[in-house]
């Protein structure tokens, strides 16, 4: 069982930046992916970005070019760094994780994902 706790959510003004992390526990296999979605009340949610361990890595349109996704092997955490936020960027902000499978690059689709955190909000105002 992986569990999952996510970090550093908060508001912010158009235009600022954010980074979130997600600290895991209970990684069991070499093979993994992990990644970020998000989620606004009455809207399904989408993704964000998502990596393997292999540290290849996938982008939404939406957030190439100004969020990056990255980890830190030795500390079972995943970050996203989130820059040029926009007000349409406000939702509830999720890590999920898989593992056992061996992705060549991790998917972006949201039910390969068997484990997710409690989320955090991320707030942008104009």
């Known amino acids: 069982q992986v569990q999952l706790v996510e970090y550093g959510g908060g508001s912010v003004q158009s235009g600022g930046s954010l980074k979130l992390s997600c600290t895991a526990s209970?990684?069991?296999?070499?093979?993994?992916?992990w990644g970020w979605f998000r989620q606004v009340p009455g809207k399904e949610s989408e993704a964000v970005a998502v990596?393997?361990?292999?540290?290849?890595?996938k982008y939404a349109d939406s957030a190439k070019g100004r969020f990056t996704i990255s980890q830190n092997n030795a500390k079972n955490t995943l970050y996203l760094e989130m820059d040029s936020l926009k007000p349409e960027d406000t939702a509830t902000y999720y890590c999920?994780?898989?593992?056992?499978?061996?992705?060549?690059?991790?998917?972006?689709?949201?039910?390969?994902?068997?484990?997710w955190g409690q989320g955090t909000q991320v707030t942008v105002s104009s």
């Open positions: 999920a994780a898989t593992q056992e499978a061996d992705f060549t690059y991790p998917p972006l689709a949201s039910y390969n994902y068997k484990f």
């Open positions: 209970g990684f069991t296999y070499a093979h993994y992916c």
């Open positions: 990596i393997n361990n292999y540290g290849s890595t």
